[in-house]
């Protein structure tokens, strides 16, 4: 699946195939309104953008987000009955894809707390497990996921560090990583060349941002 994937810029992510998937769309390019299922994490700005996953929606898209940001998206203009609120451990099958609710949050800030029920997602499409974290540090929950694909915040202040995030990465051991949220908001470029030199050797980074 690496090569149906494309990370728009920061955390703005697009999953391409049979089913369309959106997560997080935020300062999209094109108005392509192809999206089969769009996720939302949490309800920050750069993470839950209207202008944005307008651009991508159409009349069939169903939206997931979790439980507590369910009013906000109501709010937003997206009908209750394409939307799914899910909490943490919760499984969800749509389109074609399983999709498992996973926390994220910060263990030692206060940006995302544990409290709010924010998520991070494992999408199995086909053969692969893709790992969306979210915006999270190094949380036990997250090490526990199962994955081929792992997504991860690199870019620090709000999450994991470059190295904080390979630690991560490292103990999970997916065959294969793409660092995401770095770069633009937050975080530098070059943060992915710290990323990849605390990356186990084993691991295939996959340098997405545009």
């Given at each position: 699946m690496l090569d149906q994937i494309t990370v728009n810029e920061h955390s703005s992510?697009?999953?391409g195939g049979k089913a369309v998937v959106y997560v997080d769309p935020f300062h999209l390019r094109e108005e392509r309104?192809?999206?089969?299922?769009?996720?939302f994490t949490h309800p920050h700005y750069d993470h839950f953008s209207p202008e944005d996953f307008v651009k991508a929606a159409n009349e069939h898209t169903h939206f997931v987000c979790p439980d507590s940001m369910k009013r906000e998206v109501m709010a937003a203009g997206i009908p209750a009955e394409r939307l799914t609120a899910m909490e943490a451990e919760e499984?969800?099958?749509i389109c074609g894809i399983e999709i498992e609710a996973v926390p994220a949050y910060n263990t030692n800030k206060k940006f995302h707390?544990?409290?709010?029920?924010?998520?991070?997602y494992v999408l199995e499409i086909g053969r692969d497990m893709i790992?969306?974290?979210g915006d999270t540090d190094d949380i036990p929950e997250g090490r526990a996921v199962?994955?081929?694909?792992?997504?991860?915040?690199?870019g620090g202040t709000y999450t994991m560090t470059a190295a904080e995030a390979a630690a991560f990465v490292n103990a999970m051991h997916p065959p294969a990583v793409i660092p995401t949220h770095y770069g633009s908001?937050?975080?530098e470029r070059a943060d992915a060349a710290v990323f990849a030199a605390h990356l186990d050797e084993d691991i295939a980074l996959c340098v997405k941002i545009q």
């Open positions: 992510i697009r999953i309104h192809d999206a089969d299922v769009i996720l499984n969800l099958g707390p544990r409290a709010k029920g924010w998520l991070g790992y969306i974290a199962d994955c081929t694909i792992a997504m991860v915040p690199i908001i937050v975080g």
